[in-house]
């Protein structure tokens, strides 16, 4: 049996965005090993950089963004691979399920060509099993008829079944990475629990799952791994049980009070503008255990019983 290895390394990634002359640092030295066959989720609220991190694995930023540190992937180094060879790795070896399905979607075409092409392009299964692969794929989707869903074009389905779409055409390509990017956002619990159960499917085949998500318990069912992320840094990583059963940073300790399992105490507050950053720690104005030095100086990453901590406590 081959040992687990490192299948994903970010190291020290940095992405900024220049808008109107104005830098924007949506990502602040992120860095993260994904191990092969396990699930990596990443949590924290919205703005606070996870698709930005998704989409520069994939080299999909927009040309106003710049882009430091290094992302390897198969002991590849993505930012220097030449197009050609990015391509064939795009949807083959790593697929990304947008946030947004109509990005992933082409407005024009039936799901079922949208399926087809990629797998004919990328030679996954042969011809003559390619339409009983597409059946499958939107079955596992949750389409219970999947001879009527591959005739639908995206305009006649709701978001939901258009995220659905997204995860089938995704996960048909059996791409050994998968980065699903809100893979359950507006769907029903039935709906979800078809979509987790696809990408556990991922997971049981020793493939390896990005998950970026806000349903904390999704990441708690799937994740062997929780990066917490707050205004582009991350403040909180290490194994998946140990962090969400008993956080130590006061933002993770917050999230989790957030849960309406947990009585929905949401953190009182909002994150500080990235283009307004404090010269402490990012989260010291919402923290209730904040101390003087949080407010003069940034709390460093550091290792403390087996997780990474940014915070002056530890
Ligand atoms: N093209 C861009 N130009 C300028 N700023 C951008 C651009 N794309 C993203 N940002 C900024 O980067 C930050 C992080 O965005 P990102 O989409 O990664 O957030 P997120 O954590 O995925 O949030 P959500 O949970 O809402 O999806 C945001 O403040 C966003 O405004
Ligand atoms: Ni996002």
């Known amino acids: 049996m081959n040992s687990p290895y490192p299948i994903l390394d970010i190291s020290n990634l940095s992405i900024t965005f220049l808008s109107d002359g104005i830098k924007i640092p949506a990502v602040s030295s992120f860095s993260c090993r994904i191990m092969q066959g396990t699930c990596t989720a990443i949590i924290g609220e919205s703005g606070c950089g996870k698709s930005v991190v998704a989409h520069a694995i994939l080299r999909l930023l927009p040309k106003n963004s710049q882009v430091e540190g290094t992302i390897i992937f198969k002991n590849q180094n993505i930012y220097r691979l030449d197009e050609r060879l990015l391509q064939s790795i795009r949807g083959k070896e790593i697929g990304i399920m947008f946030q947004s399905p109509d990005r992933a979607l082409n407005p024009i075409y039936r799901l079922y060509k949208q399926m087809f092409q990629p797998l004919d392009t990328h030679k996954v299964v042969p011809v003559q099993e390619r339409e009983a692969h597409i059946h499958k794929a939107l079955i596992k989707a949750g389409f219970s008829n999947p001879e009527l869903a591959a005739r639908l074009y995206p305009c006649h389905?709701?978001?939901?079944?258009?995220?659905?779409?997204?995860?089938?055409?995704?996960?048909?390509?059996?791409?050994d990475l998968v980065i699903a990017d809100e893979p359950t956002k507006g769907l029903d619990r039935?709906?979800?629990?078809?979509?987790?159960?696809?990408?556990?499917?991922?997971?049981?085949?020793?493939?390896?799952?990005?998950?970026?998500?806000?349903?904390?318990?999704?990441?708690?069912?799937?994740?062997?791994?929780?990066?917490?992320?707050?205004?582009?840094?991350?403040?909180?990583?290490?194994?998946?049980n140990a962090i969400l059963s008993s956080p130590s940073h006061p933002y993770t300790r917050g999230l989790i009070q957030s849960l309406p399992e947990n009585g929905f105490n949401p953190i009182p507050g909002c994150a500080p503008p990235l283009t307004?950053?404090?010269?402490?720690?990012?989260?010291?104005?919402r923290c209730y255990q904040v101390t003087k030095l949080c407010h003069k100086r940034p709390a460093k990453l550091t290792q403390v019983n087996g997780r990474m901590i940014r915070c002056h406590r530890y």
């Open 157 to 175: 389905c709701s978001g939901g079944m258009n995220q659905r779409a997204v995860t089938a055409i995704i996960l048909s390509l059996e791409p």
């Open 190 to 240: 039935s709906k979800i629990l078809d979509i987790q159960a696809s990408l556990q499917e991922v997971l049981h085949e020793k493939r390896t799952l990005l998950l970026i998500t806000h349903d904390i318990r999704l990441a708690h069912t799937m994740a062997h791994h929780i990066v917490v992320m707050y205004a582009g840094e991350i403040v909180e990583a290490g194994p998946a």
């Open 276 to 285: 307004n950053l404090p010269e402490g720690c990012r989260f010291a104005d």
